[in-house]
T-cell receptor, first 115, second 111 residues
């Protein structure tokens, strides 16, 4: 398995509170991604990063911000959590060279519940 | 906007049967296409990646094909086993960082 960990794995929080999810990789891959997975909507890209301090928006970025200060860590922040952000969040990484060029590898996911 | 469709949404087959899963996409200008499997409550496991210049990839009992001009990919599973039961997703990448996933096909292989 690719070396990707996500923390926390489960979190319950209240509406209006800030939440930060962490993705950590040991593969030194350049690209990192945050997705959410919801029944009826599949997997949707929130934000991605193509290098340290280099990030861009995905399909469903409203209400989320990201930061990447080190190659190995990509943080997703819900600035003020809402019930519509209850979801399973996945981090993914991909290399930009070698035989697995552009292949995405996923972390185990974080289940977030906003009450 | 890229749209990815996977039909059927669910499939049930007896053990040992060969089967084909389908993935269709609307924009043929893709970089590559990737097939995943997802077990309930788990993350996605990469099965095969097909670069835009390739037409197929094989790994064990799995074979994935890509026809960009028609906007189609198929995942062929030979001699299915109960352990193959999972949801299979395809994803297309239209440029660096941009991905679109299908909703998946849930496969059940009955012993």
């Amino acid at each position: 398995d690719a070396g990707i960990t996500q923390s926390p794995r489960h979190k319950v929080t209240e509406t209006g509170t800030p939440v930060t999810l962490r993705c950590h990789q040991t593969e030194n891959h350049r690209y990192m991604y945050w997705y959410r997975q919801d029944p009826g909507h599949g997997l949707r890209l929130i934000h991605y990063s193509y290098g340290v301090k280099d990030t861009d928006k995905g399909e469903v970025s409203d209400g989320y911000s990201v930061s990447r200060s080190k190659t190995e860590d990509f943080l997703l922040t819900l600035e003020s959590a809402t019930s519509s952000q209850t979801s399973v969040y996945f981090c993914a990484i991909s290399p930009t060279s070698g035989s697995s060029y552009n292949e995405q590898f996923f972390g185990p996911g974080t289940r977030l519940t906003v009450l | 906007k890229q749209e990815v469709t996977q039909i059927p949404a669910a499939l049930s087959v007896p053990e040992g049967e060969n089967l084909v899963l389908n993935c269709s996409f609307t924009d043929s200008a893709i970089y590559n296409l990737q097939w995943f499997r997802q077990d309930p409550g788990k993350g996605l496991t990469s099965l095969l990646l097909i670069q835009s210049s390739q037409r197929e990839q094989t790994s064990g009992r799995l074979n994935a094909s890509l026809d960009k001009s028609s906007g189609r990919s198929t995942l062929y599973i030979a001699a299915s086993q109960p352990g193959d039961s999972a949801t299979y997703l395809c994803a297309v990448y239209t440029n660096a960082g941009k991905s679109t996933f299908g909703d998946g096909t849930t496969l059940t292989v009955k012993p």
